[in-house]
């Protein structure tokens, strides 16, 4: 069983950045693909990006793209979601997730996740 946390949270004004990482640990593999999502005070879970275990795939929501940046580093079984360019909607849990059987942008999708990390955009 693979395990995830997530790191980097925090308080930014509009307009900054933050950087959130996700380490997997466990029963980790090669193949995997990996995610983030999003959850909103009274909404749904939903996608904010994804890559494959080489990098060479990735794909993003549409609120996203331009302003968040998915990478991973395989030596050290880490996930990255550079955002910039943050705005008061972007507030949110950030889920870090992994093996994807089936579409991407389904929750139901991904069989692994992590506990979350609270991203809170405000002046």
């Known amino acids: 069983q693979v395990q995830l946390v997530e790191s980097g949270g925090g308080l930014v004004q509009p307009g900054g950045s933050l950087r959130l990482s996700c380490a997997a640990s466990?029963?980790?593999?090669?193949?995997?693909?990996m995610g983030w999502f999003r959850q909103a005070p009274g909404k749904e879970r939903e996608f904010v990006a994804g890559i494959t275990y080489t990098s060479i795939t990735t794909s993003y929501a549409d609120s996203v793209k331009g302003r968040f940046t998915i990478s991973r580093d395989n030596a050290k079984n880490t996930v990255y979601l550079q955002m910039n360019g943050l705005k008061c909607e972007d507030t949110a849990v950030y889920y870090c997730a992994a093996e994807p059987r089936g579409s991407w942008k389904l929750r139901e999708s991904w069989g692994v996740w992590g506990q979350g990390t609270l991203v809170t955009v405000s002046s």
């Open positions: 466990g029963r980790t593999s090669s193949n995997i693909a």
